[in-house]
């Protein structure tokens, strides 16, 4: 039995996993570019720190692409299980976002009644 529910939260974490990650991006590079954008001296060096944010807008972008494809794992019956582990170690990695965990719970269990339906 597929996670439809799952499948959806999965979905809408990895939406906004994404658009998290893409403002990172754009944070990241006003740090990057201050130096020649802003005239004047800046305390601390904004570079180190766009890098820093950058780096955190590639592992963001990974963890949202993940999402959405453990999200296509759910709707598949013989998947669901294998999804809801997937998505429930994610979002737990991934800073405790609770939508992934509900939906990792939800694939979990019912993917765990595909397993006793055919156990039957």
Sequence with gaps: MESKIG???ALISGIL???VS?????????????PS???GKMEGNPVVLGLFLL???AVAL???LIKLWVSRLMKNSETTTKGGIIILVV?????????AIIAGI???VQGGKVLESVTK
């Design 7 to 9: 499948s959806v939260l």
């Design 62 to 64: 990974v963890i949202g």
């Design 106 to 108: 939800l694939g979990i």
């Design 17 to 19: 996993t994404i658009i």
């Design 91 to 99: 979002g737990i990695i991934g800073g405790g976002d609770l939508l």
């Design 22 to 34: 893409v403002i990172l991006f754009i944070v990241a590079m006003l740090f990057i570019l201050a």
């Design 55 to 57: 780096f955190g807008f």
């Design 37 to 39: 954008i802003l005239p």
